[in-house]
Protein backbone atom coordinates (compact mmCIF):
# COMPACT_ATOMS: atom_id res chain seq x y z
CA UNK A 1 0.00 0.00 0.00
CA UNK A 2 2.19 3.21 -1.22
CA UNK A 3 -0.64 5.69 -1.65
CA UNK A 4 0.09 8.63 0.66
CA UNK A 5 -3.52 8.97 1.78
CA UNK A 6 -4.28 5.49 1.68
CA UNK A 7 -1.46 5.83 4.20
CA UNK A 8 -2.68 8.61 6.03
CA UNK A 9 -6.26 7.42 6.89
CA UNK A 10 -5.04 3.65 7.77
CA UNK A 11 -2.74 4.84 10.77
CA UNK A 12 -5.25 7.58 11.71
CA UNK A 13 -6.04 7.00 15.16
CA UNK A 14 -9.78 7.89 16.74
CA UNK A 15 -10.70 10.61 14.52
CA UNK A 16 -11.19 13.30 17.45
CA UNK A 17 -7.07 13.09 17.83
CA UNK A 18 -6.14 16.73 17.22
CA UNK A 19 -4.18 16.83 13.79
CA UNK A 20 -2.82 20.37 13.49
CA UNK A 21 -3.53 23.45 15.85
CA UNK A 22 -2.84 26.48 14.60
CA UNK A 23 -1.75 29.64 16.77
CA UNK A 24 -5.23 31.51 16.38
CA UNK A 25 -5.57 28.21 18.91
CA UNK A 26 -7.81 26.21 16.46
CA UNK A 27 -7.86 22.57 16.89
CA UNK A 28 -8.07 20.38 13.63
CA UNK A 29 -9.00 17.10 14.34
CA UNK A 30 -8.21 14.03 12.09
CA UNK A 31 -11.60 13.29 11.61
CA UNK A 32 -12.06 17.34 10.62
CA UNK A 33 -8.71 17.01 8.45
CA UNK A 34 -10.11 14.47 6.61
CA UNK A 35 -13.35 16.11 5.92
CA UNK A 36 -11.89 19.19 4.68
CA UNK A 37 -9.42 16.90 2.68
CA UNK A 38 -12.80 15.17 1.06
CA UNK A 39 -14.06 18.79 0.53
CA UNK A 40 -10.81 20.65 -1.00
CA UNK A 41 -10.88 16.80 -3.45
CA UNK A 42 -14.13 17.31 -4.58
CA UNK A 43 -13.58 21.39 -5.36
CA UNK A 44 -10.33 20.23 -7.63
CA UNK A 45 -12.88 17.50 -9.29
CA UNK A 46 -15.49 20.39 -9.95
CA UNK A 47 -12.78 22.42 -11.59
CA UNK A 48 -11.88 19.77 -13.72
CA UNK A 49 -8.77 18.33 -12.29
CA UNK A 50 -7.95 14.79 -13.22
CA UNK A 51 -5.07 12.71 -12.33
CA UNK A 52 -2.02 13.50 -13.58
CA UNK A 53 -2.88 17.09 -13.63
CA UNK A 54 -0.60 19.57 -11.50
CA UNK A 55 -1.56 21.47 -9.25
CA UNK A 56 0.45 24.58 -9.01
CA UNK A 57 -0.20 26.25 -5.12
CA UNK A 58 1.57 29.72 -3.43
CA UNK A 59 -0.16 30.23 -0.53
CA UNK A 60 0.50 30.84 3.08
CA UNK A 61 0.58 28.45 5.61
CA UNK A 62 -2.51 27.12 6.78
CA UNK A 63 -4.41 23.66 8.10
CA UNK A 64 -6.58 23.81 4.48
CA UNK A 65 -3.06 24.21 2.83
CA UNK A 66 -2.43 20.52 4.09
CA UNK A 67 -5.64 19.73 3.47
CA UNK A 68 -5.30 20.92 -0.55
CA UNK A 69 -2.01 18.60 -0.40
CA UNK A 70 -3.72 15.68 0.85
CA UNK A 71 -6.84 16.68 -1.60
CA UNK A 72 -4.80 16.71 -4.29
CA UNK A 73 -3.24 13.13 -4.02
CA UNK A 74 -6.76 11.87 -2.83
CA UNK A 75 -7.73 13.44 -6.87
CA UNK A 76 -4.71 11.43 -8.14
CA UNK A 77 -3.18 14.84 -9.03
CA UNK A 78 -0.02 16.85 -8.08
CA UNK A 79 1.05 19.19 -5.78
CA UNK A 80 3.04 21.75 -6.79
CA UNK A 81 3.64 24.24 -3.51
CA UNK A 82 5.84 27.36 -4.30
CA UNK A 83 7.70 29.31 -1.88
CA UNK A 84 5.65 32.28 -1.21
CA UNK A 85 8.33 34.84 -1.63
CA UNK A 86 8.17 34.15 -5.63
CA UNK A 87 7.68 37.29 -7.23
CA UNK A 88 5.04 36.88 -10.63
CA UNK A 89 7.65 36.96 -13.05
CA UNK A 90 9.85 33.46 -10.90
CA UNK A 91 6.14 32.41 -10.80
CA UNK A 92 5.90 32.78 -14.40
CA UNK A 93 8.33 30.52 -15.65
CA UNK A 94 6.76 27.62 -12.85
CA UNK A 95 3.64 28.14 -14.57
CA UNK A 96 4.84 28.56 -17.72
CA UNK A 97 7.07 24.86 -17.28
CA UNK A 98 4.76 22.46 -15.15
CA UNK A 99 1.46 23.62 -17.26
CA UNK A 100 -0.69 23.05 -14.24
CA UNK A 101 -4.78 22.48 -14.59
CA UNK A 102 -5.04 25.00 -11.82
CA UNK A 103 -3.60 27.81 -9.74
CA UNK A 104 -4.49 28.56 -6.58
CA UNK A 105 -2.86 31.66 -4.62
CA UNK A 106 -3.71 34.31 -1.93
CA UNK A 107 -6.77 36.36 -2.79
CA UNK A 108 -3.57 39.18 -2.39
CA UNK A 109 -2.35 38.07 -6.17
CA UNK A 110 -5.66 36.97 -7.69
CA UNK A 111 -5.45 39.61 -10.34
CA UNK A 112 -1.96 39.59 -11.69
CA UNK A 113 -1.91 35.67 -11.18
CA UNK A 114 -5.35 35.12 -12.70
CA UNK A 115 -3.80 37.03 -15.79
CA UNK A 116 -0.55 34.89 -16.12
CA UNK A 117 -3.66 31.90 -15.61
CA UNK A 118 -5.34 33.10 -18.52
CA UNK A 119 -2.20 33.45 -20.50
CA UNK A 120 -1.04 29.73 -19.93
CA UNK A 121 -4.43 28.14 -19.70
CA UNK A 122 -4.73 27.77 -16.14
CA UNK A 123 -7.85 27.73 -13.84
CA UNK A 124 -7.40 30.05 -10.58
CA UNK A 125 -9.00 29.80 -7.27
CA UNK A 126 -7.65 31.54 -4.19
CA UNK A 127 -6.76 30.29 -0.61
CA UNK A 128 -5.96 33.14 2.04
CA UNK A 129 -4.12 32.44 5.87
CA UNK A 130 -6.71 31.80 7.70
CA UNK A 131 -8.06 29.14 5.26
CA UNK A 132 -10.36 31.52 3.37
CA UNK A 133 -10.96 31.89 0.11
CA UNK A 134 -12.89 31.19 -3.71
CA UNK A 135 -11.40 27.30 -3.40
CA UNK A 136 -12.73 26.97 0.67
CA UNK A 137 -15.79 28.32 -0.36
CA UNK A 138 -15.96 25.89 -3.39
CA UNK A 139 -15.09 23.35 -0.87
CA UNK A 140 -17.04 23.94 1.29
CA UNK A 141 -20.65 23.30 -0.70
CA UNK A 142 -18.45 19.82 -1.66
CA UNK A 143 -19.02 16.48 0.22
CA UNK A 144 -17.28 15.08 3.41
CA UNK A 145 -16.34 11.81 1.70
CA UNK A 146 -14.72 11.39 -1.53
CA UNK A 147 -13.26 8.28 -3.25
CA UNK A 148 -10.06 8.66 -3.50
CA UNK A 149 -8.05 8.24 -6.89
CA UNK A 150 -6.34 4.94 -7.08
CA UNK A 151 -2.25 5.50 -7.36
CA UNK A 152 0.36 3.01 -8.38
CA UNK A 153 3.40 3.30 -6.28
CA UNK A 154 5.61 4.82 -8.83
CA UNK A 155 2.47 7.79 -9.85
CA UNK A 156 3.96 11.81 -8.90
CA UNK A 157 2.56 13.15 -5.94
CA UNK A 158 4.48 15.88 -6.41
CA UNK A 159 6.71 18.07 -8.24
CA UNK A 160 9.03 19.91 -6.21
CA UNK A 161 11.18 22.70 -8.15
CA UNK A 162 14.76 23.00 -7.38
CA UNK A 163 17.40 25.51 -9.07
CA UNK A 164 20.25 24.32 -11.56
CA UNK A 165 23.61 25.29 -11.81
CA UNK A 166 22.55 25.87 -15.18
CA UNK A 167 20.15 28.55 -14.07
CA UNK A 168 16.65 26.88 -15.10
CA UNK A 169 14.67 25.60 -12.16
CA UNK A 170 14.07 22.03 -12.39
CA UNK A 171 10.99 20.10 -11.27
CA UNK A 172 11.74 16.98 -9.15
CA UNK A 173 8.99 14.54 -9.75
CA UNK A 174 8.38 12.74 -6.72
CA UNK A 175 6.06 9.32 -6.42
CA UNK A 176 3.80 8.22 -3.04
CA UNK A 177 6.54 5.81 -3.01
CA UNK A 178 9.10 8.09 -2.86
CA UNK A 179 7.31 10.15 0.17
CA UNK A 180 5.77 7.29 2.59
CA UNK A 181 9.09 5.03 1.78
CA UNK A 182 10.95 8.33 3.06
CA UNK A 183 8.50 9.37 6.06
CA UNK A 184 8.32 5.85 7.32
CA UNK A 185 11.30 5.29 7.42
CA UNK A 186 12.37 8.59 9.65
CA UNK A 187 9.29 7.86 11.90
CA UNK A 188 10.92 4.74 12.64
CA UNK A 189 13.98 5.63 12.80
CA UNK A 190 13.03 9.14 15.14
CA UNK A 191 10.57 6.91 16.88
CA UNK A 192 7.70 9.20 16.45
CA UNK A 193 4.21 8.07 17.79
CA UNK A 194 0.97 9.10 18.84
CA UNK A 195 2.11 10.78 21.45
CA UNK A 196 4.39 13.28 20.10
CA UNK A 197 3.74 17.29 19.41
CA UNK A 198 5.59 18.34 16.90
CA UNK A 199 6.81 22.17 16.72
CA UNK A 200 6.27 23.15 13.08
CA UNK A 201 7.61 26.57 12.21
CA UNK A 202 9.09 25.82 8.55
CA UNK A 203 7.64 27.00 5.47
CA UNK A 204 5.05 24.05 4.17
CA UNK A 205 6.38 24.68 -0.25
CA UNK A 206 9.52 22.33 0.46
CA UNK A 207 11.04 18.78 1.45
CA UNK A 208 11.77 19.89 5.01
CA UNK A 209 8.43 21.54 6.03
CA UNK A 210 6.16 19.24 4.07
CA UNK A 211 7.61 15.65 3.67
CA UNK A 212 9.48 15.66 6.32
CA UNK A 213 7.90 17.30 9.41
CA UNK A 214 4.16 17.17 8.35
CA UNK A 215 4.52 13.47 6.52
CA UNK A 216 6.06 11.91 9.44
CA UNK A 217 3.92 13.70 11.89
CA UNK A 218 0.37 12.74 9.95
CA UNK A 219 1.96 8.65 9.15
CA UNK A 220 2.28 8.23 12.89
CA UNK A 221 -1.14 10.03 14.16
CA UNK A 222 0.99 13.04 15.77
CA UNK A 223 -0.10 16.69 16.58
CA UNK A 224 1.62 19.59 15.07
CA UNK A 225 1.77 23.04 16.55
CA UNK A 226 1.64 25.34 13.40
CA UNK A 227 3.61 28.75 13.77
CA UNK A 228 4.03 30.58 10.24
CA UNK A 229 7.04 31.43 11.21
CA UNK A 230 10.28 30.84 13.25
CA UNK A 231 9.88 32.79 16.13
CA UNK A 232 11.94 32.10 19.09
CA UNK A 233 10.09 33.34 21.86
CA UNK A 234 6.86 31.32 20.57
CA UNK A 235 9.21 28.28 20.19
CA UNK A 236 10.18 28.14 23.66
CA UNK A 237 6.64 28.94 24.78
CA UNK A 238 5.19 25.76 23.06
CA UNK A 239 8.42 23.44 24.27
CA UNK A 240 6.87 22.33 27.14
CA UNK A 241 3.82 21.30 25.37
CA UNK A 242 5.92 19.62 22.76
CA UNK A 243 7.77 16.68 22.24
CA UNK A 244 9.90 17.26 19.36
CA UNK A 245 10.92 20.23 16.62
CA UNK A 246 12.73 20.27 13.49
CA UNK A 247 14.71 22.79 12.06
CA UNK A 248 17.35 24.32 10.04
CA UNK A 249 20.26 25.34 11.46
CA UNK A 250 19.36 29.43 11.79
CA UNK A 251 16.63 28.32 14.04
CA UNK A 252 19.41 26.63 15.84
CA UNK A 253 21.77 29.47 16.21
CA UNK A 254 18.64 31.85 17.11
CA UNK A 255 17.72 29.54 20.05
CA UNK A 256 21.24 29.32 21.32
CA UNK A 257 21.33 33.18 21.46
CA UNK A 258 17.84 33.65 23.29
CA UNK A 259 18.45 33.17 26.97
CA UNK A 260 15.09 31.28 27.68
CA UNK A 261 16.39 28.53 26.51
CA UNK A 262 17.80 26.44 29.54
CA UNK A 263 17.17 22.68 30.47
CA UNK A 264 14.08 23.01 32.12
CA UNK A 265 12.73 24.88 29.00
CA UNK A 266 13.27 21.75 26.73
CA UNK A 267 12.47 19.21 29.55
CA UNK A 268 9.52 18.14 27.81
CA UNK A 269 10.87 17.79 24.86
CA UNK A 270 12.41 14.53 23.41
CA UNK A 271 13.98 15.49 19.65
CA UNK A 272 15.36 18.21 18.05
CA UNK A 273 16.26 17.45 14.27
CA UNK A 274 18.37 20.04 11.99
CA UNK A 275 18.53 19.67 8.61
CA UNK A 276 18.75 21.75 4.90
CA UNK A 277 21.78 22.79 5.76
CA UNK A 278 25.32 22.12 7.64
CA UNK A 279 24.96 22.79 11.12
CA UNK A 280 27.90 24.63 13.17
CA UNK A 281 29.61 21.71 15.36
CA UNK A 282 29.87 25.23 17.96
CA UNK A 283 25.64 25.80 17.40
CA UNK A 284 25.33 21.36 18.40
CA UNK A 285 27.59 21.69 21.54
CA UNK A 286 26.33 25.28 22.35
CA UNK A 287 22.66 23.57 22.33
CA UNK A 288 23.77 20.80 23.88
CA UNK A 289 25.76 22.76 26.81
CA UNK A 290 22.44 24.67 27.06
CA UNK A 291 19.22 21.79 27.26
CA UNK A 292 21.80 18.24 27.86
CA UNK A 293 19.97 17.52 24.11
CA UNK A 294 21.91 16.56 21.13
CA UNK A 295 20.45 17.86 17.94
CA UNK A 296 19.83 15.16 15.37
CA UNK A 297 21.25 16.05 12.22
CA UNK A 298 20.16 14.45 8.90
CA UNK A 299 21.00 15.04 5.60
CA UNK A 300 18.54 15.39 1.85
CA UNK A 301 17.34 16.91 -1.17
CA UNK A 302 14.72 17.71 -2.75
CA UNK A 303 15.17 14.88 -5.24
CA UNK A 304 16.06 12.48 -2.18
CA UNK A 305 13.93 12.79 -0.05
CA UNK A 306 15.98 12.28 3.39
CA UNK A 307 19.29 9.77 2.87
CA UNK A 308 21.59 9.88 6.14
CA UNK A 309 20.46 10.65 9.85
CA UNK A 310 22.12 10.52 12.70
CA UNK A 311 21.50 7.51 15.01
CA UNK A 312 18.46 7.99 17.31
CA UNK A 313 19.84 5.95 19.69
CA UNK A 314 23.99 6.55 20.17
CA UNK A 315 26.01 9.31 19.34
CA UNK A 316 24.98 12.36 17.48
CA UNK A 317 28.39 13.44 16.38
CA UNK A 318 28.20 17.37 15.66
CA UNK A 319 29.78 18.01 12.23
CA UNK A 320 28.40 14.85 10.69
CA UNK A 321 25.21 13.89 9.33
CA UNK A 322 25.21 9.89 10.21
CA UNK A 323 24.23 6.56 8.44
CA UNK A 324 22.58 6.33 5.00
CA UNK A 325 19.06 5.33 5.96
CA UNK A 326 17.31 1.75 5.96
CA UNK A 327 16.81 1.22 2.54
CA UNK A 328 19.19 3.65 0.80
CA UNK A 329 22.39 2.77 -0.60
CA UNK A 330 25.19 5.65 -0.22
CA UNK A 331 28.74 5.96 -2.15
CA UNK A 332 31.29 7.64 -2.53
CA UNK A 333 32.85 7.89 -5.70
CA UNK A 334 35.68 10.36 -7.59
CA UNK A 335 34.19 13.25 -8.89
CA UNK A 336 35.44 12.66 -12.16
CA UNK A 337 35.77 9.31 -13.32
CA UNK A 338 32.64 8.19 -11.06
CA UNK A 339 35.17 5.06 -9.58
CA UNK A 340 34.60 4.14 -6.03
CA UNK A 341 37.53 5.81 -3.77
CA UNK A 342 39.17 4.64 -0.79
CA UNK A 343 37.29 4.37 2.60
CA UNK A 344 38.11 7.84 4.23
CA UNK A 345 38.68 9.82 1.15
CA UNK A 346 36.57 12.32 -0.20
CA UNK A 347 34.28 12.09 -2.88
CA UNK A 348 31.22 12.71 -4.74
CA UNK A 349 28.39 11.42 -2.83
CA UNK A 350 25.98 9.46 -4.48
CA UNK A 351 22.62 7.49 -3.64
CA UNK A 352 20.22 4.83 -4.64
CA UNK A 353 16.80 3.91 -2.95
CA UNK A 354 13.44 4.20 -3.12
CA UNK A 355 13.60 7.57 -1.48
CA UNK A 356 15.12 8.90 -5.10
CA UNK A 357 12.76 10.74 -7.23
CA UNK A 358 11.56 9.45 -10.79
CA UNK A 359 13.49 12.15 -12.58
CA UNK A 360 13.19 16.34 -13.68
CA UNK A 361 9.62 16.91 -15.18
CA UNK A 362 10.22 17.28 -18.74
CA UNK A 363 13.86 17.29 -18.79
CA UNK A 364 14.74 13.57 -20.01
CA UNK A 365 18.28 14.56 -21.13
CA UNK A 366 19.16 16.36 -18.00
CA UNK A 367 18.02 13.35 -15.44
CA UNK A 368 20.24 11.22 -17.56
CA UNK A 369 23.01 12.86 -16.80
CA UNK A 370 22.24 12.83 -13.47
CA UNK A 371 22.11 9.42 -12.83
CA UNK A 372 24.60 6.85 -13.31
CA UNK A 373 23.79 3.69 -15.42
CA UNK A 374 23.60 1.94 -12.40
CA UNK A 375 20.77 3.91 -11.11
CA UNK A 376 22.86 6.05 -8.72
CA UNK A 377 21.72 9.49 -8.41
CA UNK A 378 24.56 12.03 -8.21
CA UNK A 379 24.23 14.25 -5.61
CA UNK A 380 26.74 16.74 -6.47
CA UNK A 381 27.24 17.28 -3.08
CA UNK A 382 31.28 16.16 -1.06
CA UNK A 383 31.15 13.96 1.94
CA UNK A 384 33.51 11.30 3.04
CA UNK A 385 32.46 8.18 5.53
CA UNK A 386 34.74 7.41 8.80
CA UNK A 387 35.95 4.09 9.81
CA UNK A 388 32.64 4.25 12.17
CA UNK A 389 30.42 4.86 8.80
CA UNK A 390 29.08 8.51 9.79
CA UNK A 391 28.98 10.13 6.45
CA UNK A 392 30.38 13.84 6.81
CA UNK A 393 28.93 16.52 4.05
CA UNK A 394 32.56 18.69 3.73
CA UNK A 395 31.72 20.94 0.44
CA UNK A 396 29.49 21.02 -2.44
CA UNK A 397 30.53 20.15 -6.06
CA UNK A 398 27.71 22.44 -7.37
CA UNK A 399 27.51 26.36 -6.99
CA UNK A 400 24.99 26.30 -4.73
CA UNK A 401 24.36 28.82 -1.52
CA UNK A 402 22.33 27.61 0.94
CA UNK A 403 21.12 30.72 2.84
CA UNK A 404 18.78 30.28 6.55
CA UNK A 405 18.18 26.85 4.73
CA UNK A 406 16.83 28.30 1.10
CA UNK A 407 18.83 27.51 -2.05
CA UNK A 408 20.17 30.24 -4.25
CA UNK A 409 22.08 29.19 -7.49
CA UNK A 410 24.26 31.94 -8.05
CA UNK A 411 24.37 31.95 -12.03
CA UNK A 412 19.97 33.17 -11.54
CA UNK A 413 20.77 35.96 -9.72
CA UNK A 414 24.26 36.60 -11.57
CA UNK A 415 21.73 36.87 -14.92
CA UNK A 416 19.94 39.09 -13.38
CA UNK A 417 22.13 41.59 -12.01
CA UNK A 418 24.29 41.35 -15.42
CA UNK A 419 21.15 42.64 -17.08
CA UNK A 420 20.81 45.91 -14.83
CA UNK A 421 22.39 48.70 -17.19
CA UNK A 422 26.21 49.99 -16.24
CA UNK A 423 26.79 46.53 -15.01
CA UNK A 424 29.99 44.65 -17.01
CA UNK A 425 30.11 41.98 -15.28
CA UNK A 426 29.47 39.89 -11.85
CA UNK A 427 29.94 36.78 -9.40
CA UNK A 428 27.62 35.97 -6.81
CA UNK A 429 29.15 34.05 -4.04
CA UNK A 430 28.14 32.71 -0.36
CA UNK A 431 29.79 33.83 2.77
CA UNK A 432 29.73 32.54 6.28
CA UNK A 433 26.78 34.90 7.60
CA UNK A 434 25.74 33.99 11.45
CA UNK A 435 22.46 33.70 11.12
CA UNK A 436 22.08 32.73 7.64
CA UNK A 437 24.79 30.27 7.59
CA UNK A 438 26.05 31.87 4.34
CA UNK A 439 25.16 35.53 2.74
CA UNK A 440 24.11 35.66 -0.57
CA UNK A 441 27.22 38.36 -1.96
CA UNK A 442 27.39 39.73 -5.17
CA UNK A 443 31.07 40.85 -6.63
CA UNK A 444 29.91 43.54 -9.36
CA UNK A 445 32.37 45.12 -12.04
CA UNK A 446 30.98 48.04 -13.64
CA UNK A 447 30.96 49.24 -17.06
CA UNK A 448 33.22 52.06 -18.05
CA UNK A 449 31.33 55.19 -16.54
CA UNK A 450 29.14 53.81 -14.78
CA UNK A 451 28.31 54.50 -11.38
CA UNK A 452 26.18 52.41 -9.66
CA UNK A 453 26.28 51.98 -5.62
CA UNK A 454 24.31 49.38 -3.57
CA UNK A 455 21.24 50.32 -3.41
CA UNK A 456 20.85 51.11 -6.89
CA UNK A 457 21.82 47.34 -7.55
CA UNK A 458 19.33 46.34 -5.06
CA UNK A 459 16.53 48.32 -6.36
CA UNK A 460 17.05 47.19 -9.59
CA UNK A 461 16.70 43.76 -8.42
CA UNK A 462 13.32 44.27 -6.24
CA UNK A 463 10.28 42.36 -7.88
CA UNK A 464 12.35 40.07 -10.40
CA UNK A 465 14.34 38.12 -7.47
CA UNK A 466 12.89 37.06 -4.10
CA UNK A 467 14.06 38.59 -1.17
CA UNK A 468 15.78 35.60 0.39
CA UNK A 469 17.80 35.45 -3.18
CA UNK A 470 19.01 39.31 -3.23
CA UNK A 471 22.47 39.93 -2.48
CA UNK A 472 23.00 41.09 1.63
CA UNK A 473 25.73 43.05 0.31
CA UNK A 474 27.35 44.31 -3.10
CA UNK A 475 30.86 44.58 -3.60
CA UNK A 476 32.47 46.49 -6.49
CA UNK A 477 35.77 45.59 -7.80
CA UNK A 478 37.98 47.03 -11.21
CA UNK A 479 37.91 43.08 -12.41
CA UNK A 480 36.73 39.56 -10.99
CA UNK A 481 39.79 36.86 -10.57
CA UNK A 482 40.40 34.21 -13.00
CA UNK A 483 41.94 31.26 -13.74
CA UNK A 484 44.15 31.07 -17.16
CA UNK A 485 41.15 29.64 -18.36
CA UNK A 486 39.24 32.03 -17.99
CA UNK A 487 36.71 31.35 -15.23
CA UNK A 488 36.09 33.19 -12.50
CA UNK A 489 37.82 32.04 -9.54
CA UNK A 490 34.87 31.75 -7.04
CA UNK A 491 37.64 30.45 -4.12
CA UNK A 492 39.64 33.52 -4.60
CA UNK A 493 36.98 35.60 -3.98
CA UNK A 494 35.26 33.84 -0.70
CA UNK A 495 38.96 33.66 0.70
CA UNK A 496 39.11 37.74 0.15
CA UNK A 497 35.80 38.51 1.83
CA UNK A 498 35.35 35.72 4.03
CA UNK A 499 34.86 37.90 7.11
CA UNK A 500 32.57 40.35 5.67
CA UNK A 501 29.77 39.37 7.72
CA UNK A 502 31.94 39.03 10.62
CA UNK A 503 30.33 40.79 13.68
CA UNK A 504 31.62 44.15 13.96
CA UNK A 505 34.67 43.53 16.76
CA UNK A 506 34.64 40.27 16.63
C1 LIG B 1 14.14 35.56 5.10
N1 LIG B 1 15.03 36.40 4.54
C2 LIG B 1 16.09 35.69 4.15
C3 LIG B 1 15.80 34.37 4.47
N2 LIG B 1 14.58 34.30 5.06
N3 LIG B 1 17.24 36.07 3.55
C4 LIG B 1 18.13 35.12 3.27
N4 LIG B 1 17.94 33.83 3.55
C5 LIG B 1 16.78 33.42 4.15
N5 LIG B 1 16.57 32.14 4.41
C6 LIG B 1 15.00 37.84 4.38
C7 LIG B 1 13.66 38.46 4.57
O1 LIG B 1 13.05 38.61 3.30
C8 LIG B 1 14.03 39.78 5.20
O2 LIG B 1 14.52 40.61 4.21
C9 LIG B 1 15.22 39.49 6.05
O3 LIG B 1 15.80 38.34 5.44
C10 LIG B 1 14.97 39.20 7.48
O4 LIG B 1 13.92 38.33 7.61
P1 LIG B 1 13.68 37.55 8.97
O5 LIG B 1 12.42 38.04 9.59
O6 LIG B 1 14.86 37.52 9.83
O7 LIG B 1 13.51 36.13 8.41
P2 LIG B 1 12.70 34.99 9.04
O8 LIG B 1 11.29 35.12 8.68
O9 LIG B 1 13.04 34.89 10.48
O10 LIG B 1 13.26 33.75 8.23
C11 LIG B 1 14.52 33.22 8.41
C12 LIG B 1 14.35 31.69 8.45
C13 LIG B 1 13.49 31.29 7.22
C14 LIG B 1 13.68 31.27 9.72
C15 LIG B 1 15.72 31.07 8.37
O11 LIG B 1 14.14 31.69 6.05
C16 LIG B 1 13.16 29.85 7.18
O12 LIG B 1 12.22 29.39 7.81
N6 LIG B 1 13.91 29.09 6.42
C17 LIG B 1 13.64 27.67 6.22
C18 LIG B 1 13.79 27.29 4.79
C19 LIG B 1 13.43 25.84 4.57
O13 LIG B 1 12.41 25.32 4.98
N7 LIG B 1 14.31 25.12 3.90
C20 LIG B 1 14.14 23.70 3.63
C21 LIG B 1 14.33 23.42 2.16
P3 LIG B 1 13.88 42.02 3.89
O14 LIG B 1 13.85 42.72 5.20
O15 LIG B 1 14.79 42.59 2.89
O16 LIG B 1 12.52 41.65 3.37
S1 LIG B 1 14.20 21.65 1.87
C22 LIG B 1 15.83 21.23 1.82
O17 LIG B 1 16.68 22.05 1.85
C23 LIG B 1 16.31 19.81 1.79
C24 LIG B 1 15.51 18.86 1.00
C25 LIG B 1 16.49 19.31 3.21
O18 LIG B 1 17.49 18.60 3.42
O19 LIG B 1 15.65 19.64 4.05
P1 LIG C 1 17.53 21.38 -1.78
O1 LIG C 1 17.94 21.86 -3.10
O2 LIG C 1 16.65 22.28 -1.03
O3 LIG C 1 17.00 20.06 -2.01
O4 LIG C 1 18.83 21.27 -0.89
C1 LIG C 1 19.59 20.13 -0.85
C2 LIG C 1 20.99 20.45 -0.44
O5 LIG C 1 21.04 20.95 0.88
C3 LIG C 1 21.86 19.22 -0.42
O6 LIG C 1 22.29 18.84 -1.71
C4 LIG C 1 22.98 19.66 0.50
O7 LIG C 1 23.93 20.43 -0.22
C5 LIG C 1 22.26 20.56 1.48
N1 LIG C 1 21.99 19.90 2.77
C6 LIG C 1 20.85 19.35 3.23
N2 LIG C 1 21.00 18.88 4.49
C7 LIG C 1 22.28 19.14 4.83
C8 LIG C 1 23.08 18.91 6.00
N3 LIG C 1 22.57 18.36 7.08
N4 LIG C 1 24.36 19.30 5.97
C9 LIG C 1 24.89 19.89 4.89
N5 LIG C 1 24.21 20.15 3.76
C10 LIG C 1 22.91 19.78 3.73
Redesign the pocket.
Same mark, same amino acid.
Given at each position: MNHLYHLVRGRMPDLAKPAIETPAGRVISYGELDAMAARFAGALVTRSVVPGDRVLVQVEKSAEAIALYLATVRAGAIFLPLNTAYTLSEVEYFVGDAEPKLIVCDPARAEPVGLLASRYGAEIETLDEQGGGSLAELAAQQPPLFADVERGPDDLAAILYTSGTTGRSKGAMLSHDNLTSNALALAALWRFGPDDVLIHA??IF? $?? &?LF /?ATNVSLLTAGTMLFLP??DADEILRLMPRATSMMG /?P $??YVRLVEHAGLTREATEHMRLFVS &??APLLAETHRKFEAMTGHAILER? &?? $?ETNMNTSNPYDGDRIPGTVGFPLPGVELRIVDQESGAAVAAGTIGMIEVKGPNVFKGYWRMPDKTAEDFRPDGFFITGDLGVIDARGYVSIVGRGKDLVI?????VYPKEVEDEIDQIPGVAESAVIGLPHPD?GEGVTAVVVLAKGASLDEAAIRDALEGRLA??KQPKRVIFVDALPRNAMGKVQKKALRDTYASLYEPQGA
Open positions: LPH $TH &G /VKF /V $TF &GSY &GM $TSGGYNFRF
